[in-house]
Every structure is written in C-alpha cells, then in structure tokens.
T-cell receptor, first 115, second 113 residues
Framework: KQEVTQIPAALSVPEGENLVLNCSFT??????LQWFRQDPGKGLTSLLL?????REQTSGRLNASLDKSSGRSTLYIAASQPGDSATYLC??????????????FGTGTRLKVLA | SQTIHQWPATLVQPVGSPLSLECTVE??????LYWYRQAAGRGLQLLFY??????ISSEVPQNLSASRPQDRQFILSSKKLLLSDSGFYLC????????????FGPGTRLTVL
C-alpha cells in the first residue's frame, strides 16, 4: 500500500530564507508526483508536476526534484515571502484497474513565513 | 475554460441525518472525477473516483456513497451521518487519458453535531 509522508509537519521561517520541504513515498511505481498549495479553508492549487521520467521541474522561485528510486521528492522555495504561507501537499499518482489514475496525498507541511 | 463547482460551501447537520454534496464541472467532456475528505489537521483521503457515468470506484469502506448521474456531475451521499463524517470535502477533476494534474473545487465544510 502506497504511503506518502511529509516532513516537517510545520515550519516557521523569517522572510527571505530559502527552504526545503520533503516528501517520501513507499512504492516507487508512480506515474507522476505533484506539489500543491492549500490556503486555509480553500481548495488545492497545483504548483509543480514531475513526470516519473523527469528529475525536476521549476516554476519561478519553486523547484521540485524527484528521486523515484529512493522514493523522495523535495520542494525548494527560494527567497520566501509572507505570501508563501500556506499548507504544501505532495501527491503521487498511481494507475488503477479502472483505467484512470488515483492520487495519494501526504499529510502536508504547514508553512508560515514571518515578515 | 473549465470550472468546477461545489455546493453547498458549508453545511451543519445533526447525527443520523442524510447528506448530499454536489460537484459539477463545466467546459470539458468525460472528465475523471474524484471525491476527497480532509479531516482536521490531516491530509486528503481519497474516497471515490469515477471514469464515466455510473462508474464508481470506492477507496475506503465507510458510511458514504457516490454517484455520477451525468457526465459532469458527481454526488456524494450518506443515509445517516456520523460524527466522524465531519471534515472538508473536496471534489476534483482531470482530463481522461494521460497522468496530468487534477483541478480542485472550492470544497464543502461539513460539521456533524
């Protein structure tokens, strides 16, 4: 059974710091891995998607890496800002016998960036 | 462009009452649809997913059921709510074919008293 773990559970940093969020998964048979952002009481917004054949993806100040063989992904946030404060979730996609993909989510890292 | 709607936004229900949450998607055809629950302080738990009308896959045996009566409509139901059904319910869709991203709705906050 696929399990996804995120460390740390919560993180508080001063503005301007570079930071790394970690995600690990137990089964390397994934099709892709995604990082999402969730603001309090809101739905999820996709940040980065890494296909299983890729090693990393970048978007602005965000960089996500994937090491499928070791079951790990990291989300790097450069020069953090108060607006980055949110919960960050990673999810792995698995193919199903129904002919579609399902997503297993981690428990998230709650980030607070202090001004 | 595609949009996803969920209603109601918030709901307070007594234990033992029925439940019906609705999710609709606009601007696309034959989407794959998903229901998730997020309990307080916990991650997203996949409840049901569907690849087409009347086709429902259940992930976790529980007090809930799902139906897909139309191509872009996904309904989450319960005959009798339990306290443990409280949480934030999220609907999501993705294009059928290809392992690309999911798009999430705004969610429904359910409180069972």
């Amino acid at each position: 059974k696929q399990e996804v773990t995120q460390i740390p559970a919560a993180l508080s940093v001063p503005e301007g710091e570079n930071l790394v969020l970690n995600c690990s998964f137990t089964d390397s048979a994934i099709y892709n891995l995604q990082w999402f952002r969730q603001d309090p009481g809101k739905g999820l917004t996709s940040l980065l998607l890494i296909q299983s054949s890729q090693r990393e993806q970048t978007s602005g100040r965000l960089n996500a890496s994937l090491d499928k063989s070791s079951g790990r992904s990291t989300l790097y946030i450069a020069a953090s800002q108060p607006g980055d404060s949110a919960t960050y979730l990673c999810a792995v996609s698995l193919f199903t016998t129904s002919g579609t993909y399902k997503y297993i989510f981690g428990t998230g890292t709650r980030l607070k960036v202090l001004a | 462009s595609q949009t996803i709607h969920q209603w109601p936004a918030t709901l307070v229900q007594p234990v033992g009452s029925p439940l019906s949450l609705e999710c609709t998607v606009e601007g696309t055809s034959n989407p794959n649809l998903y229901w998730y629950r997020q309990a307080a302080g916990r991650g997203l738990q996949l409840l049901f997913y569907s690849v087409g009308i009347g086709q429902i896959s259940s992930e976790v045996p529980q007090n809930l059921s799902a139906s897909r009566p139309q191509d872009r409509q996904f309904i989450l139901s319960s005959k009798k709510l339990l306290l443990s059904d409280s949480g934030f319910y999220l609907c999501a869709w993705r294009y059928s074919g290809g392992a690309d991203t999911q798009y999430f709705g705004p969610g429904t906050r359910l409180t069972v008293l």
